[in-house]
């Protein structure tokens, strides 16, 4: 005798109906182009709420609100929420449903350039073909909570172990400002309409790394430099990077010379960096690998 269905797998069906319904009634068949996927899963909108750790005081980012079903969780528990939703027509239909909530900011626009109130957390299931410049974004904001939503491959890149193919820029630019703890991998199921790829659920907790006598800014230009000669060794990437390297320098990065720039370990890639600036080498004097035509 087949046993009934779960609680949580009658919720995720209550949610498709609801999902379909209103876009049916709107008149909006998903973008691709705007990376429209609605999560429908709902131990996974639970589970995203919960790893806020939220509270009343708490304002929560939510980056691509789409039809406020997740908006509608984190609200829940208290917390105001700042959802922020590109496409117009999802913007008037969130406004028309949260009429009267006055825990719930609406905001229409593009999340990386509209004027934003205040936040202290993000918790989000964002569109995945702006992952990478929302966590750049986030890295000169510094939630106190960060749980995202995440393409399963990107979200391995922000913990991956240098010499690995997930090894990246975008790995040290996070490794700056966040401890990353992978979730529970998400089955494509999980929205509607289903994407291409697996998802991943990822929480970030900040953690400010000294990168003393350096800004920020100097070194992850210097990661972001170095990344673009990833397959050279450091000699060679010095070397088409500054033009002559001075004698001075050679022999404090002696060691890690003939590593590969994708080998090198965060705390490697601080000495180089503190090494260029304390040699006199500015920004504008880092170049970066031609692009391929």
Known sequence: MRSPPSRSYRTSLSVLKEVKETLRKLGIRPSKRLGQHFLIRSWVLDRLVDLGQLAPRDAVLDVGAGLGIL??????SGATVVAVEKDPRLAA???EKFSGMNSII???GDVLTVRLPWFNKVVSS???NIS?????WLCDRVPEKTVLLLQKEFADRLCAAPGTKNYSRLTLAVWV???VELHEVVPRSAFFPPPDVVSRIVELTPRMVDLTPLSREYFLEVVRMLFS????TLRRALRQAVGQVPSSMRSRVKGLLDKRVYQLSPEEFHKVATILFEEGFSLGELKTAPKRV
Do not use: G, M, V
């Not at 908006?71 to 829940?76: D, N, P, V």
């Open 71 to 76: 908006t509608q969780r984190i609200a829940a």
């Open 93 to 95: 239909f969130l406004r």
């Open 106 to 108: 609406i905001i229409e």
């Open 177 to 179: 400002w966040a401890e």
């Open 132 to 136: 990478s410049t929302l966590l750049l």
């Open 229 to 232: 000669f990833r397959r050279k």
């Open 126 to 128: 964002p569109p995945y």
